[in-house]
């Protein structure tokens, strides 16, 4: 019998943003599509699907020197139904918006590309936490012919995901208006990485520091928590740099984060 692979329920369930280019404060992560770099002995190709999983992407904040990529080039429409064949690419329907032309990411043809030439000013797309774990699974199954379920993914996947939002709100909060009021971007975003690496790497009281605690799922709002506590305190004009102070005694205001779609569409499936 076929294996049946899953689908996202709707075409906008798998994208959190398809702009030209997307907002820059959301941290490079699987699954982004930049136009500029070509994976090496890969022909035909306009675009780049970056395909290294979170966890090897990075060195604390900082990213690998080269990563994993995949081809992306216009594909034929693939409806939502047949997703569950076509083992050999992942479908990027209407990929530039609305309406537009599609594409598709060759799962057959992989290779390195420097993180240098993946600019955030030609990121065409993000993928939510759905969209990532169904790149995954489609990666995974036309390597080993093997269906690893999207729960199993997610759950693996879970303590990422909730980092890099974390870390996207940290930014629009704080990094955005400091390049509003003029100061350079690339600059900022490396700096403020570094504040929020600090605070990751911070104490917490039933685990090693923030980043260990999110791996236990019962403690992931407690880290959201210290997490927008010190985002908030921070931006104040007068705020205390010690971390620990900030994490231990402040409770953040509730505030609808841009990335909230994130949770919405996770499982948007039918």
Known sequence: MAVELDRPGAVEALYLERDEPTEPWRPLMTGDVFAGPQVPGCAGHELVMVLAHPCSLRRGVTLVERVQALPVGPHQAIPLDPWKGHYRVMPLPELR?????????????????????????????????LGVVLLQQRFFHNQSRVKVTRDRLFEASAPVFTEIELWTQWNEQLAEPRVQAGEERAAVLA????????????????????????????L???????????????????????????????????????????????????
Do not use: K
Request: glycine share 6%.
């Open 220 to 270: 992931r709002s407690d880290v959201r928590r210290r997490v927008l506590a010190a985002a908030d305190a921070r931006a104040e004009p007068d705020h205390d740099l010690s971390l620990n102070r900030i994490v231990a005694t402040n409770t953040p205001t509730a505030r609808p984060p841009r990335g909230a779609q994130f949770h919405d569409r996770r499982w948007d499936l039918t």
């Open 191 to 218: 700096d403020e990485a570094q504040e929020f690496d600090g605070l990751m790497c911070s104490e917490h009281p039933e685990a090693p520091d923030l980043r260990a605690a999110l791996n236990v799922t019962r």
């Open 97 to 129: 918006g609305e309406g537009g032309e599609s594409y598709a990411a060759r799962l057959t043809e992989f290779g390195m590309v420097a993180q240098d030439e993946l600019d955030l000013d030609r990121r065409l797309c993000c993928l939510t936490e």
